[in-house]
C-alpha cells in the first residue's frame, strides 16, 4: 500500500487506541531506521506498538540483525498498568 492510500484509510476515522499518537510517520522499514525513528519519537513508546515492530522486523530479517539494531534503543516504554 502507497502512503497517500494509507493516509486515506486514516482519514476514515478509524478509531485510534489511547495510546497511538496523532501522527503517521513513514520510514524506511529495516532495523536501524526502525529504533533510529523510535530513538527519535521524543516520548514515550506504547508497547504494543514495540511489540508490532519487533514482530515485523524480526518476520523480514533475521534475528541478531535485529537484536544488534535494538542494542542502541534509547526510548521510553510506556508503563501502560501503573495507575
Do not use: W
Amino acid at each position: 500500500m502507497k502512503f497517500a492510500e494509507l493516509m486515506s484509510v486514516r482519514a476514515l476515522g478509524i478509531p485510534r487506541h489511547a495510546l497511538e499518537n496523532t501522527e503517521l510517520i513513514a520510514c524506511i522499514f529495516d532495523p536501524d531506521d526502525v529504533v533510529n525513528l523510535l530513538n527519535s519519537a521524543g516520548s514515550a513508546i506504547s508497547p504494543f506498538a514495540l511489540a508490532t515492530s519487533v514482530h515485523a522486523l524480526v518476520e523480514q530479517y533475521d534475528y541478531k540483525t535485529c537484536s544488534r539494531a535494538f542494542e542502541r534503543a534509547r526510548f521510553n516504554v510506556i508503563n501502560s498498568h501503573r495507575q
